[in-house]
């Protein structure tokens, strides 16, 4: 198996690793309720979706 002639110098490694990086998530306010949710989905607590009823949510008892 051939090996590598030189080892790579740290800044070489962190500059090809700078992109290897987590991002949060983007959350809105839903406009019915105002619980945080991710863009494009259902709101998790009330259903609605862009302002209109999506899911019929039954209540957790």
């Known amino acids: 198996m051939p090996?590598?002639?030189w080892r790579f110098s740290k800044?070489?490694?962190r500059k090809?690793?700078?992109h290897d990086k987590l991002t949060a998530?983007?959350?809105s306010t839903c406009s019915n309720c105002?619980?945080?949710?991710?863009?494009h989905h259902v709101c998790p607590e009330c259903g609605y979706y862009r302002g209109k009823q999506a899911i019929e949510m039954?209540?957790?008892a």
């Open 34 to 39: 105002g619980a945080a949710v991710l863009y």
């Open 25 to 27: 998530p983007q959350l």
């Open 58 to 60: 039954t209540p957790n």
């Open 3 to 5: 090996n590598p002639k």
């Open 11 to 13: 800044t070489r490694t």
């Open 16 to 18: 090809r690793r700078t």
